[in-house]
């Protein structure tokens, strides 16, 4: 049977599209409500009837839109929420007294196979689980709001007075990370690489140099190497952290990390834990999108005729060249990413 | 369309061998704006129509304006058409009328008016073509003198009326002005001999009462530029620093009221011109010189925010750099010889990039310097020449500071200055100097680049792919030999905002059928893993074997060393510097930090207003000899450290 997307997703499909939507958080958010109006929606009758509408609504999101991984993201959240909820209950009528098994011991742990998670039976009628459910969302959704904000806290521990900082392209997190960073350090230099063509980065110095205290110096993305001797930290957003503590950035992003590299200093990735995606992607090709070319070069410009011109959206840094993630939840290394989507995610529902 | 300049020395030349002239042909195109130029060769012929048909109307003028004219304003008149005739003999077919070489011309013209007082009589006359041209284009249309004076009139009062005015006469009127402001720099720089002739002629005339006159209408060319209806906003900058110059060497020169006088270059109040030239028979001095006051008023505010903006907001990492911007530069010193004086126009412009064609540029006008110098009385020729040429180099470099490859040129010639022998006539000394410099580019430029591309054809096979970065003649040179020799190779062409010079690449590449790829420097990751081999120019090889190049070069050699694709470094042994650097940061050159900027919509638009926010425009950056793989010179492929070596040996390779 061929799945038939709902038509609040079919409204966020077309407004990412049209660009009406922009901005992880902003379709996170939007993700967010529409599973939050699944679950609240009479047309599940129990949890596996839920997971499956998830999982539909999931594939249609993935295939309208391969590059935003957080609508997945999100949809891997509530399957675990599902799961979760569900357990809990389940385990309150069946051994009430028995709290063992709700609390993990570590022989627990080792003795535990498999074959006992794959038992459970989730097509069960469950009461009270969609109350549930929505108890638990509420969570996840004050999670998603304050993330930004846990984030900037942390810029204090991170930048002391008169460095000088590089940043790349124009991302919300970093633009507040450096805003209460300027607001508590003084003489602060800030170097943005323009990110040509789209030139996001003019807005990031445009809209950071209404601060005081701070010197903003926008630069072209041919200077970053020339600039990286001179600079303290580099901090940058990112589109998604991958399973493997890689990133899927802004085009630019890896030059940059390799600069930052050549010259020793740290990198640091601002990622909110919505951006964690389970997937491992090494090929450029593979996650990439191409964009439009006008930009860079002029269409009837004369050797625009015959040369093949592109102009790729993103770049895939490795874990090797990011010193440090800061997440909502705190800082990781991203050695540690692996554990951290363990947690996030179900292990079943990283394919979904 | 600018490129003009660099073509200039070619014309002027001596008559060179066939070699360095495939040697310039190729260095050439190195300009960007060359291909504008070669896209609007039909401007030279529409101009040269438009002259033919305004003789006819010129002599009607005559005709019609002789009663109100004087004697001695006919003679001066047919004077100046005599030259005028010569001067359209001496021109060269190949002459673009293009706005950016009628500021060079005009730049020059005033430097030779200057620097030699007979020659400032003869251009002054010619100049009084300009205005008899245009009135006879207005005459032709009907339009009385009394119009014209209102729309004079309302030009002073600084009114925008320039649409209004802009009628189809006036657009042709300033046509004809340029080309006889170009015609008459031509006769007043080509011929030296013959200019000379003509003003022996001219030291009958009595001419003096009308001079300040023709001088005072010099300006009226530039002017009329402004009104031309279509320009694009480069182009009206430069009309704009042309009036500049233009002012500035009018008001140099009005204080001589016989052409005679000495040119010390002291301005007087400017008022004090236009009222000497009242007294003047013609009605046109008056409102021409009148109208240049105006002008300065209105493009000085226009400038000067920008100016102080320079100064503030500079980025504090930088503040060692000077930034080679001051307008005043372009003021002429009377010591400085034509030839420089547009080079450095063309430096500071950028009109003449990349470290080959500036060292061949400066070495055309060195000979030219040469050519012309007279060592003063009682003086020993090479000392003099020597002092001389070494003020055209401190121009230069206040222009812009010297590419590595010109310093180097500049040693060599001096080293050749001191050892001329002494009891030589100095026509032969000034021979012998003209075949160095002659040798030297063949040598070090020219065949440099084969020997170069010879190492590198072994390297080029079927299925390359080679990545480069903006914009090399050598590479450039080298894709084409390997295209000649039928090899299946395509290239990638990285670029970088905002000098976009890979775009020129790009164009020249093309023309020559080499399947090509372009993106910007950010993308580099993304098409690095296709490339087998990078190709890179340099504009310097320094003593510690570090590679100081156009920036972004740094990353584009990064990117490929963590690919593991094999970066060659392009460079000849004339731009090898004793000099030491560990970063980009000691010593660089900035440009125009507004380049950054992108458009009308773009948020940097206004910076300066906008807090501490500063766009920073670096030209070169270094690469460490770690990320090149090797060094291609014309020697020998070289790893980078090899440079102190060949530094070392190098008075004995070349020549």
Avoid at chain 2, 313 to 324: E, I, Q, S, T, Y
Wanted: net charge positive; proline share 6%; glycine share 4%.
């Amino acid at each position: 049977m061929k799945e038939q997307p709902l038509k609040e997703v079919t409204q966020l499909i077309h407004a990412i599209k049209v660009g009406l939507v922009e901005g992880s958080y902003s379709i996170t958010n939007k993700t967010l409500d529409i599973f939050k109006y699944i679950i609240m929606s009479k047309s599940w009758q129990n949890a596996d009837a839920l997971m499956q509408i998830v999982r539909a609504q999931c594939r249609i999101l993935q295939a309208a839109l391969p590059q935003e991984t957080v609508t997945s993201n999100i949809a891997r959240r509530i399957l675990k929420l599902t799961r979760e909820e569900f357990d809990l209950l389940q385990a309150k009528v069946q051994h009430f007294a028995d709290d063992s098994q709700a609390s993990l011991s570590l022989h627990k742990l080792v003795t535990q196979t498999s074959e006992s998670n794959v038992s459970v039976d989730y097509s069960v009628p469950q009461k009270g689980l969609r109350e549930a459910l929505l108890d638990h969302l509420q969570e996840v959704e004050t999670e998603l709001e304050t993330s930004s904000e846990n984030i900037c806290v942390q810029a204090e521990e991170h930048i002391h007075s008169s460095e000088i900082i590089l940043t790349l392209g124009h991302s919300r997190s970093v633009e507040n990370f450096l805003k209460r960073a300027i607001k508590k350090r003084q003489f602060l230099t800030i170097i943005v690489a323009e990110c040509a063509p789209a030139s996001r980065g003019h807005n990031l110095a445009a809209s950071l140099a209404g601060e005081k205290n701070v010197e903003i110096i926008v630069i072209p993305d041919a200077a970053i190497f020339a600039m990286m001797s001179r600079v303290n930290k580099v901090i940058i957003g990112t589109h998604s952290v991958l399973a493997n503590g890689g990133l899927r950035a802004a085009c630019g992003a890896y030059t940059v990390a390799l600069a930052a590299k050549h010259y020793s200093v740290p990198v640091i990735v601002l990622a909110p834990m919505y951006k964690l995606s389970p997937l491992h992607l090494c090929e450029q090709d593979a996650f990439n999108m191409v964009g439009c070319a006008e930009d860079v070069i002029p269409y009837d410009s004369i050797p625009a005729r015959e040369a093949k011109v592109y102009s790729p959206m993103f770049d895939y840094v490795p874990p090797e060249l990011v010193t440090l993630f800061i997440s909502n939840t705190g800082g990781h290394a991203p050695s540690y990413v692996y554990r951290l989507l363990t947690e996030l995610y179900h292990p079943e529902d990283l394919e979904i | 369309m600018v490129l003009m300049g660099e073509q200039v020395p070619q014309t002027v030349g001596k008559p060179a061998k066939n070699k360095q002239k495939k040697q310039r042909q190729r260095n050439r195109p190195r300009n960007k704006r060359n291909r504008l130029e070669d896209n609007s060769l039909t401007t030279p012929e529409t101009s040269t129509t438009d002259s033919a048909s305004a003789m006819p109307g010129e002599n009607s003028v005559r005709d019609a304006g002789a009663p109100e004219k004087t004697r001695e304003q006919v003679m001066a008149e047919r004077e100046a058409k005599k030259l005028a005739k010569q001067a359209k003999k001496q021109k060269t077919p190949n002459t673009a009328a293009s706005p950016a070489t009628t500021i060079i011309t005009e730049v020059e013209q005033t430097t030779i008016t200057t620097k030699l007082t007979t020659t400032t009589t003869t251009t002054a006359k010619e100049k009084l073509e300009l205005p008899s041209v245009v009135t006879a284009n207005k005459e032709n249309n009907n339009i009385t003198q009394q119009q014209t004076n209102v729309v004079q009139a309302n030009l002073e009062n600084g009114n925008d009326v320039e649409a209004a005015e802009k009628s189809r006469d006036q657009i042709k009127a300033d046509r004809e002005a340029k080309k006889a402001a170009k015609q008459a720099a031509k006769a007043g720089k080509a011929s030296g001999v013959k200019v000379e002739a003509a003003t022996q002629q001219l030291a009958n005339l009595k001419v003096s009462d009308k001079t300040p006159a023709a001088i005072a209408t010099a300006p009226s060319a530039p002017e009329a530029h402004e009104k031309k209806p279509a320009l694009s906003k480069a182009e009206r900058r430069a009309i704009q620093e042309a009036q500049r110059a233009a002012k500035a060497q009018g008001l140099t020169k009005k204080p001589q009221p016989g052409g005679k006088a000495p040119p010390t270059g002291k301005a007087p109040p400017a008022g004090k011109a236009p009222s000497a030239a009242a007294t003047s028979p013609s009605k046109d001095p008056k409102r021409e010189s009148a109208s240049p006051t105006k002008t300065t008023t209105s493009s000085s505010p226009s400038k000067s925010p920008q100016a102080t903006s320079h100064s503030e907001c500079r980025v504090k990492l930088f503040n060692h750099l000077v930034c080679a911007k001051g307008d005043s530069l372009f003021i002429n010193d009377p010591l400085v010889h034509p030839a420089i004086a547009r080079l450095g126009v063309q430096y500071a412009k950028r009109t003449v990039v990349g470290s080959n064609a500036r060292c061949i540029a400066f070495l055309h006008a060195l000979r030219q310097v040469v050519q012309d110098f007279e060592t003063p009385a009682k003086k020993e020729f090479g000392r003099s020449l020597d002092a001389a040429v070494k003020h055209h180099v401190d121009h230069l470099h206040k222009c812009r500071p010297l590419a590595v490859s010109v310093s180097n040129a500049y040693k060599q010639f001096k080293n050749q200055l001191t050892q001329l022998p002494t009891d030589t006539p100095e026509t032969e000394l000034k021979e012998l100097l003209g075949h160095f410099i002659d040798t030297y580019i063949e040598n070090q430029i020219g065949k440099a680049a084969q020997a170069i591309s010879g190492f590198l054809q072994e390297k080029i096979t079927d299925g390359d792919v080679i990545l480069t970065f903006a914009c090399s003649s050598l590479i450039q040179f080298i894709c084409e030999e390997a295209k000649r020799r039928q090899v299946a190779f395509r290239v990638i062409v990285v670029d970088s905002r905002p000098g976009c010079e890979g775009q020129e690449m790009l164009r020249r590449l093309h023309a020559t059928g080499i399947p090509c790829t372009y993106v910007l420097i950010n993308a580099v990751g993304y098409v690095m893993a296709e490339a087998t081999k990078v190709l890179l120019g340099a504009h310097a090889l320094l003593a510690n074997g570090y590679v100081m190049a156009r920036t972004g070069t740094a990353q584009v050699a990064l990117v490929a060393n963590a690919h593991n694709v094999p970066v060659l470094v392009c460079c000849e042994t004339h731009k090898f510097s004793e000099r030491f650097q560990t970063d980009a940061i000691v010593y660089n050159e900035l440009s125009d930090p507004n380049q950054l900027v992108r458009g009308e919509k773009c948020q940097l638009n206004n910076w300066a207003a906008k807090g501490k926010l500063m766009p920073l425009n670096l030209n070169y950056d270094i690469t460490p000899p770690e990320l090149v793989s090797a060094v291609v010179t014309e020697v020998a492929i070289l790893p980078c450290t090899s440079v102190p070596v060949i530094l070392r040996i190098k008075p004995d390779i070349g020549y």
